[in-house]
């Protein structure tokens, strides 16, 4: 069945019995980063599903009186499977309730709304994706680090860490214009990424970034070369969650720095 939705009825409706599920990016963390959209539905929301890379300080601002439901790693156990989240959403749905399904960053980027969204549909559930910034995006704000600079990289790639585990490893494809590469869940596989980025010619010099723990008061930001990415990820293990941006973009970072401190500096005096 193929279904043609306009965005006009502001949310993409197969039915209107049912309860809606509303998919919204909660942004990387800090709270005054959630978009206005994804606070009026937490405010009102009946029920939210959230996971481990919402924070207390979102959370605080969810409606007090709805049910929340925590699908996320708890205490070293695993994470509850994504089919069942997925059909969790729709059987909230069908007995009526209006679900706000609340994750980390965007829904649409490594954050599996899409298979979420895919079973609402095949179940004639209503639902909305509402956008939130990613880390990449909100990493690259707090950070220092602009993604794309005319001089030095005129594209990104999001990667996700576990492309070394797929049929890709495209590195060769990945490294080939000189572009910025920013790696989601990355830390753990980061001797792939160190080994295939240098199997397909980048240079040990190549600056590279981790951002752990981007855009909250816990913030670091630690800058290297690829050569160090190994040893860096070993020493940093724990950081969760982290970003591993790789290219020349991350030298700005030194500059941008400099510049801020000369004018708190001017600023003091
Ligand atoms: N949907 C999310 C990504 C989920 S995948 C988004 O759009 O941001 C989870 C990965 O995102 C983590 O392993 C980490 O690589 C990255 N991540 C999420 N929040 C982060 C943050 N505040 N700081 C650094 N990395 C973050």
Redesign the pocket.
């Known amino acids: 069945m193929y279904v043609t939705q306009t965005y006009d009825s502001g949310f993409f409706s197969s039915s209107s019995v049912k309860g809606v599920v509303y998919l919204v ?1 909660a942004g ?2 800090d709270p005054e980063l959630l978009t206005i959209k994804a606070l009026k539905l937490i405010e009102k929301a009946e029920v939210i599903v959230f996971d481990r ?1 919402v924070g207390k300080e979102i959370l605080n601002l969810c409606n007090p009186d709805a049910e929340m439901i925590y699908v996320g790693k708890r205490c070293g156990k695993t994470s509850m499977k994504q089919e069942t989240i997925s059909q969790l959403l729709v059987d909230l749905a069908l007995s009526g309730k209006n679900v706000v399904r609340l ?5 649409f ?3 599996r709304g899409g298979e979420e969204a895919l079973l609402l549909a095949a179940n004639n559930i209503s639902y909305d994706v509402i956008p ?1 910034i ?2 990449a995006l ?2 690259s704000a707090s950070s220092l680090i602009p993604l794309t600079h005319r001089k030095l990289s005129r594209s990104v790639t999001f990667v996700t860490g576990h492309v070394v585990e797929g049929v890709l490893p495209a590195w060769a494809g990945l490294v080939e214009c000189g572009q910025t590469l920013v790696f ?3 830390l753990e596989r980061a001797d792939s990424i160190q080994n295939g980025l240098l199997s397909a010619g980048l240079s040990v010099c190549t600056p590279v970034a981790i ?6 008061p816990e913030q670091q930001v630690h800058t290297f070369e690829l050569q160090q990415l190994i040893p860096m990820s070993q020493a940093l293990v724990g950081l ?4 591993i941006i790789v290219g020349e973009v991350v030298t700005l970072r030194e500059q941008l720095m400099a510049s801020l401190e000369e004018v708190a500096t001017i600023g003091a005096a």
């Open positions: 990016g990387p963390g890379l994750k980390g960053g965007d829904p980027i490594f954050g939130g990613t880390a909100g990493c989601y869940m990355g951002v752990g723990k981007g855009c909250s969760s969650p982290a970003l």
